[in-house]
């Protein structure tokens, strides 16, 4: 007969195996360290694509050309021939100085050399026969010389007091009226020439291989949807030793004058087209303090693969190093898998 005391020891040992059993399933189940040894996810099986890289930047619009117009000389304004915001074309007159006292002195020095020519013909006979010094003959021609230049400088300064456009643009506001007293500090107006267009902008120096005169950039600017393109006419030889960028100027056309120079731009730069680069969703990547790394599935167990990344898109990067055609990159529940982890791809994403 059996006791009391004995059916209770029985009893518990009975529910102390089943505990072990129990705790030894759920640890079979675990990795050490508490984590799952089992993973479901989604994947991404990594193809070839055509790839368009390419680097937006801002830029700014600026003149083709563009200058303050000053007078050379001082003077008093006696006409103004422009219209404030019309077009010129290059040797219009803009501005008119008077300019009697330097016609009037242009008039003095030619009848001096007029006076003088006769002077020397007659010395040069005189000359011949012994009638004067050699001296007193190349005195009057050295007279001659100086009145010649004399004129010069004054015909230099009556060309001054025509004020023209030194190339076709557009003129902006006067700041001065007809009579007003000017000189070579006072500002008259500012002329621009906005067909075409500069456009300048900056791109990091490890793309500066991938552009090149010539190369066309996309750029748009506020207040329009229209992508404008325009072309690519100068690089700078070296980098900015501060940014590390290296400055770019592309000339854009503007027949319809619609772009305003100075504006802000979206510049848009292609660089390169790969026919067969990989990209991966920009999620599956897994930055660490050295490398960026990838989990792969592999024979259904779980891969970390170190990969070095090139361009980006808005949802995917480009892998340049680590992954191949026909791999299949884990997407989501990346924080908790680890190498060797058996994985099962129930979703494959596109």
């Known amino acids: 007969m059996t006791s009391y005391p004995n059916l209770l020891a029985t009893a518990f040992l009975s529910v102390a195996l089943l505990a072990s059993s129990c705790g030894n399933k759920e640890d079979a189940s675990k990795a050490k360290g508490g984590r799952p040894n089992k993973l479901t996810a989604e994947g991404y099986i990594v ?28 003077g008093r304004v006696t006409a103004i021939i422009f219209k404030e915001g019309s077009k010129v074309r ?10 009697g006292d330097i016609r009037a002195n ?53 060309r001054s007091t025509k004020i023209v456009a030194p190339f076709d643009g557009t003129i902006g506001i006067r700041n001065i009226s007809v009579g007003a007293v000017v000189s070579p500090t006072t500002l008259i107006t500012t002329l621009q020439q906005t067909h075409p267009l500069k456009m300048d902008f900056t791109i990091p120096e490890q793309y500066s291989s991938s552009i090149s005169p010539g190369k066309d950039v996309f750029f748009t600017v506020t ?11 100068a690089i700078d030889p070296g980098a900015n030793v501060a940014t590390r960028t290296v400055r770019v100027r592309a000339m854009v056309p503007n027949p319809d004058g ?3 120079a100075g504006s802000f731009a979206n510049v848009v730069v292609p660089l390169q087209s790969a026919p067969d680069a990989i990209l991966i969703p ?28 090139g361009q980006r898109t808005s949802d995917k990067v480009e892998v340049l190093q680590g992954l191949q055609a026909g791999d299949t990159v884990i997407t989501t529940g990346l924080m908790q898998v680890k190498p060797g982890m058996d994985v099962t791809i129930k979703k494959i994403g596109s």
Request: aromatic letters at 4%; glycine letters at 6%; a neutral charge.
């Open 106 to 158: 242009i008039q003095k020095l030619r009848a001096q050399k007029q006076l003088q020519v006769k002077i020397l013909e007659r010395q040069k006979e005189l000359l011949n026969i012994g009638g004067i010094s050699k001296q007193d003959y190349e005195t009057t021609e050295t007279q001659i010389s100086s009145i010649e230049a004399d004129i010069a400088f004054a015909e230099a300064q009556l």
């Open 47 to 74: 193809n070839h694509t055509t790839f368009n890289s390419s680097y937006a930047v801002s830029g700014s619009l600026l003149p083709n050309e563009e200058l303050e117009i000053h007078p050379e000389i001082s």
């Open 223 to 233: 207040g329009s949807q229209d992508t404008l393109a325009g072309k690519v006419a």
């Open 90 to 99: 290059k040797g219009q007159t803009l501005v008119q100085l008077y300019d």
């Open 282 to 309: 920009s999620q599956s990547v897994i930055p660490t303090t050295k490398d960026k790394k990838v989990a792969v599935v592999k024979n259904g167990k779980a891969d970390m693969v170190v990969v070095k990344l």
């Open 258 to 260: 619609k772009l305003v």
